[in-house]
């Protein structure tokens, strides 16, 4: 199956710092990433939608200035978490969509998260 | 947007035995995910469902969706510890969006 690769595993930052997180599909082009944030015990929640060459697209509640979505090409996304702050630890995973799905139902592939700590 | 509940929130079984885990929908569902998720790690999808009353097996596991689209239910035949994990399940909407479900945490005891 498709593979998603996620980069850093896990991160330990200081507070007001900035961190980067890569998404990458490894095996097919992806015009659409998906991040989502989840805290222990608690279900994934979407966080913002990665569009290839344009905009991301946030959802309600998400601030856009504090995480910071690239979409460069068709095989990276990146979330940059700035000015970090204890309450932003939590385990951050994306998932790509592959080019050639023809709906909404198309397999999403998720990357195996990246756990980021705050001190 | 779509809620999910599943049920029941958590479920110990020793090996061996069969096993079933609900997820219900507020809405109907224009198709429907099941993920396994080790605590700590990525998502494995399992399998997808679309259409009403379809059923679906992958080895021991079977999943199903009901003819309204609303209820979808996951059935683990004689239970491994390989099955231990995290079950979520995914709700897509029109735009690709998924809303999942709180999760169920399975324990399989040897």
């Known amino acids: 199956g498709a593979v998603v690769s996620q980069h850093p595993s896990r991160v330990i930052c200081k507070s007001g710092t900035s961190v980067k997180i890569e998404c990458r599909s490894l095996?097919?082009?992806?015009?659409?990433m998906f991040w989502y944030r989840q805290f222990p015990k608690q279900s994934l929640m979407l966080m913002a939608t990665?569009?290839?060459?344009?905009?991301?697209?946030?959802e309600q509640g998400v601030e856009k200035d504090k995480f910071l979505i690239n979409h460069a090409s068709l095989t990276l996304s990146t979330l940059t978490v700035t000015s970090a702050h204890p309450e932003d630890s939590s385990f951050y995973i994306c998932?790509?969509?592959?080019?050639?799905?023809?709906?909404?139902?198309?397999?999403?592939?998720f990357g195996p998260g990246t756990r980021l700590l705050v001190l | 947007s779509q809620e999910l509940e599943q049920s029941p929130q958590s479920l110990i079984v020793q090996e061996g035995k069969n096993l079933t885990i609900n997820c219900t929908s507020s809405?109907?569902?224009?198709?429907l995910y099941w993920y396994k998720q080790k605590y700590g790690e990525g998502l494995i999808f399992l399998m997808m469902?679309?259409?009403?009353?379809e059923e679906k097996s992958h080895e021991k596991i079977t999943a199903k969706l009901d003819e309204k689209k609303q209820q979808s239910s996951l059935h683990i035949t004689a239970s491994q510890p390989s099955h231990a994990g995290i079950y979520l399940c995914?709700?897509?909407?029109?735009?690709?969006?998924?809303?999942f479900g709180k999760g169920i945490t399975l324990s399989v005891r040897p």
């Open positions: 998932s790509a969509r592959d080019l050639r799905g023809t709906g909404p139902w198309e397999t999403q592939y």
């Open positions: 809405k109907t569902l224009y198709g």
């Open positions: 995914g709700a897509v909407e029109a735009n690709s969006k998924l809303t």
């Open positions: 095996d097919f082009q992806a015009t659409t």
């Open positions: 469902l679309q259409k009403g009353g």
């Open positions: 990665s569009n290839e060459g344009s905009k991301a697209t946030y």
